[in-house]
């Protein structure tokens, strides 16, 4: 049984040589963009729960509206 990714490759690998080259840098770009946003985000996790935790606090003190999207 062939996995979802082999599946992708054989396809590339039908696909002429310059276009396999732009499929190759794309997927090594997403590859690489995806660790860089799991890193911002492990490295912000503290800064988003005080957020969220103030967020919640003027939600609670009566500072915050219900969002109207015809307001946006």
Known sequence: MDTLLQQAV???TNLPE???ELAGRWILAE???ERRWDE????SADLLSAM???AIRE????LT???DPDEL
């Open 31 to 33: 590859l690489q963009s």
């Open 40 to 43: 911002l985000f492990a490295q």
């Open 65 to 67: 509206r219900p969002l």
């Open 59 to 62: 939600d609670e003190a009566g």
């Open 10 to 12: 054989r396809e590339l």
């Open 52 to 54: 969220a935790d103030e």
């Open 18 to 20: 310059a276009e396999q």
